[in-house]
């Protein structure tokens, strides 16, 4: 049982450095054959916050007058819930979208890490996307008339490309609902041979002629379209309309130049206390101090991939300069429970236990301690998480990640490695 648990170890141990080693700068290539190890190495990349790669972020006010103040919370929520839905509709990945107030004023802030182009994230998220149809009028005297299908009736929107030479180039091909289906075959009846309009936010898109009534819901809206234009126009049908205006406070482009600074920082720090802790453990406690920086470097790699992989279970974690500091913090407080299990074994020994006997009995004994100080740990951390912002939230995982990781490389390999010496 205790060589199985070894190899179990040692199994955990070339996984995490497989996910956790970045290519090589050259080519390394197996003897006698033509595989490549680069090929195999940084399968599961880190993703970077905003703060450290660069993006995009937005300040955005929503416009509440005609609003009652007993809805206003609920327009803010619903105004952020759309913006989301468009974001992840658009493919940004990472992003954070969190409400505030400020006053009497309602505040949605939008980063969008990766997105560079600021004012092309402002058209995404801020267009309110009122899709209407109306008639237009037999003659240029007459009035437009409204007809109530609009984008409330829409099921899905979706990019196709016309084949035929009238229609070439990027569409946008839409799917109403049963009801929405309903209306538009009674407005296509009662308009062959004329044209619908199709207005959004007011413009007008597109005045296809209609040839016949159309049957089971499915149009297409035609243009002058790029397929970037189709695709965002296709995400704000799809994401609805906003509940309430919004008006764009401040938007910023952000680069990677400052992230890359405190990246580089942040691992002369660590680098810093991890050498600082090994030497001390290395000079207090001897063999013992050095089978705890060995756990210690065990565990550094064991909470990267789990940063990257998200143990498979959930998505891999975006790390954020206060995620690093989590992580700075973490180290320190990984050798704590390796500190009480050698003093514990350094009073069993002077008791007159053997070695082995001190051994179990130190981790044993340890533990009511170890226990309960990690366990305080991770309530702070969930109090982080659910009274803090984005960025004490990143904090908060990443602290929680490493009170969980110290434990298991304290508690198991520690004592797995010990076993082995004292034997």
């Known amino acids: 049982m205790k060589r199985f648990g070894l190899w179990f170890i040692i199994l955990l141990i070339l996984g995490a450095i497989f996910v956790d080693v970045p290519k090589f700068p050259f080519d390394l290539k197996i003897p006698k054959t033509a595989v490549n190890v680069n090929d195999y190495l940084n399968k599961f990349p880190l993703k970077l916050g905003l ?23 609920n ?9 989301e839905k468009r974001v992840n509709l658009y493919g940004v990945s990472e992003a954070i979208i969190q409400t505030s107030k400020v006053g009497d004023s309602r505040r949605i802030l939008v980063e969008l890490p990766g997105l560079k182009d600021a004012s092309s994230a402002a058209e995404l998220v801020g267009k309110t996307a009122l899709l209407e149809f109306k008639e237009l009028p037999a003659s240029s005297s007459g009035e437009i008339i409204s007809t109530d299908l609009s984008g409330a009736d829409l099921k899905k929107a979706s990019v196709t ?11 946008v091909a839409i799917e109403f609902t049963p009801d929405g289906a309903r209306k538009f075959a009674e407005i296509t009846k009662r308009n062959v041979g004329k044209p619908v309009a199709i207005f959004l936010d007011d413009q007008l898109v597109s005045a296809p002629t209609v040839q016949q009534e ?24 799809n994401a609805g309309a906003l509940p309430v205006p919004i008006k764009i406070l401040e938007q910023r482009s952000i680069g990677p130049t400052l992230g890359q600074e405190s990246i580089n920082k942040s691992i002369i720090a660590g680098a810093i206390g991890l050498i600082i802790v090994t030497l001390y453990m290395a000079f207090s406690y001897g063999v013992l101090g050095l089978i705890a920086d ?28 206060a995620g690093i500091a989590g992580f700075i913090l973490s180290i320190g407080m990984a050798v704590d429970a390796n500190i009480l299990i050698f003093e514990r074994m350094k009073e069993e020994v002077r008791w007159g236990k053997s070695k082995k006997i001190a051994l179990e009995l130190g981790f044993n004994r340890a533990w009511s301690s170890i226990w309960a100080s990690n366990v305080s740990s991770l309530m702070t951390a969930a109090i982080l998480y659910g009274f803090g912002t984005s960025i004490v939230k990143g904090f908060a995982i990443t602290l929680a990640i490493g009170v969980l990781v110290s434990m298991f490389t304290a508690i198991v390999i520690s004592r797995t490695f010990l076993r082995m010496i004292v034997r």
Do not use: C, H, R, W
């Open 294 to 321: 060995l756990a210690l470097v065990i565990y550094a790699l064991f909470v990267l991939a789990i940063f990257k992989t998200g143990l498979f279970i959930l998505p891999p974690f975006t790390l954020t300069l």
């Open 161 to 171: 490309f016309g084949n035929a030479a009238a229609q070439s180039g990027p569409q």
């Open 75 to 83: 327009a803010l929520e619903s105004a952020k819930q759309v913006i």
């Open 51 to 73: 703060d450290l790669q660069g993006g995009s972020q937005l300040v955005l006010e929503t416009q509440m007058e005609k609003i009652e103040e007993v809805n206003k919370d």
């Open 214 to 237: 159309i049957i089971g819901g499915n149009a297409v809206i035609t243009g002058q379209f790029t397929t970037e234009e189709a695709k965002n126009l296709s995400i704000q049908l």
